[in-house]
Every structure is written in C-alpha cells, then in structure tokens.
C-alpha cells in the first residue's frame, strides 16, 4: 500500500528556514508527481507547488516563489521541501501528497503532516 | 488567485442529504474538469473522496458524489451519517498550471 511517511515537527525562529522530507513507499516514485499543502492552526488547506520526479522540474504557487524548493531523491523515494526566511504566519501542518495522474489531477495520497511552528 | 468559496458550515441530521457548493471562476472550475473533494476529519490529514469531478476512488462509498455546473462544482452525501462529521475541501487545477481549494466547509450531522 501506498505510504508517505513525514519528518518530526520542527519549532523554528523567525529568519530561519525548515526542510521538511516525505518518505515514500508502495509505488514506484518516478510514477507519481509530489504536491505539498500546508494548513495554518484552524485554516483551511494552501497549495504550495508540484514536483515531477520524472523531470525535477517543480512548479510553485506564486506566493512561495523564491522562498521555496522543492527537490525528490529517486534513490530513497523521498520528496523535500525547504522553506526559508521563515515568518509567525508560516506556522502550519505541511503535508506532502502523491498527485493521482500527471500534475493535474487529484492529490490521492497523503502524508501525516508535519507540524512547523514559527516562534522566536 | 483567491481561494474558492464554499460555505463556511453546513449542519443537517442523520439520513439526510446535503450538497456543498464549490464556486470558482473560468480559470479553474470552469477551465478543466479536474475538480477534487477532500473529506478532514479533526487532527488527520486530508482524504481524496472525489476525483475528476465525479470518480470515487477505491473504497470511497457511493454516498458521496460529485457534479459541476459552469463554474460552480458540488459534492452530495447522501444517507448523511454521524462519520460524514468532517470539514470538506473543493479544490481545482487551474489555467496557470497550479492548484486552488476552496476555504472549507464544516458538516455537522445533528
């Protein structure tokens, strides 16, 4: 079965930067793009950017251009996410997800979340 | 690009139906067919319930279906039960190759 398995929560300062890694496992990772989505304490959910494995080619949400980078290690099947110049409104849960097909699709499955908290 | 507006909450009893609205723009909704509903329950994390507008994956129950309008795009759960408790999330692709959700709504079965 398909499994994305997520690094421990982290607290950061402000002006720091988190990476975050997803491990996956039960598929074949070059066959599926990764989505992260986070979620700020009783928000809803926020896109952040696609990655192909195939192609490490990423696409990411404007808002996150610049700050984020999003990379895959086909030799561990693990996904990452670094997120720099950390603010208190970056606080959130960040999930990472397989996308159904291609990019466009659905996000079918989902990692546990990490919970990123932002405090100095 | 703003989010997609659903309803903030919803309530209704067991047994019940009730449709969540979705609404978008040309741009994403009514661009593609790549709307998806993602079903949250407190503390989890997200879980696919409709794919492409109106698919269920594997072992998502019939209870839950899928249908769009122009821009707009709904999700139904019929034979509501006390599970279906969860906040529900719309989302789309959308003409700037990136993805949108809605803001969520909050179900309450009474």
């Known amino acids: 079965q398909v499994q994305l398995l997520q690094s421990a929560a982290e607290v950061k300062e402000p002006g720091a930067s988190v990476e975050i890694s997803c491990k996956t496992s039960?598929?074949?990772?070059?066959?599926?793009?990764i989505s992260w989505v986070r979620q700020a304490p009783g928000q809803g959910l926020e896109w952040m950017g696609w990655?192909?494995?195939?192609?490490?080619?990423?696409n990411y949400a404007q808002k996150f251009k610049g700050r984020v980078t999003m990379t895959t290690d086909t030799s561990t099947s693990t996904a990452s996410m670094e997120l720099r110049n950390l603010g208190s409104d970056d606080t959130a849960t960040y999930y990472c997800?397989?996308?159904?097909?291609?990019?466009?699709?659905?996000?079918?499955?989902w990692g546990q979340g990490t919970l990123v908290t932002v405090s100095s | 690009q703003s989010a997609l507006t659903q309803p903030a909450s919803l309530s209704a009893s067991p047994g019940q139906s009730i449709t969540i609205s979705c609404s978008g723009t040309?741009?994403?909704?009514?661009?593609?067919?790549?709307v998806s509903w993602y079903q949250q329950h407190p503390g989890k994390a997200p879980k696919l319930i409709i794919y492409?507008?109106?698919n269920r994956p594997s072992g998502i129950s019939y209870r839950f279906s899928g249908s769009k309008s122009g821009d707009t795009a709904s999700l139904t759960i019929s034979g509501l039960q006390a599970e279906d408790e969860a906040d529900y999330y719309c989302?789309?692709?959308?003409?700037?190759?990136?993805?949108?959700f809605g803001g969520g709504t909050k179900l309450t079965v009474l």
């Open positions: 492409e507008v109106r």
């Open positions: 990655i192909n494995p195939t192609f490490e080619h990423p």
């Open positions: 997800a397989t996308i159904f097909r291609g990019v466009v699709t659905a996000l079918d499955f």
């Open positions: 989302s789309s692709y959308t003409s700037d190759t990136t993805r949108i």
């Open positions: 040309s741009s994403d909704i009514g661009a593609f067919d790549f």
């Open positions: 039960g598929y074949t990772f070059s066959n599926k793009a």
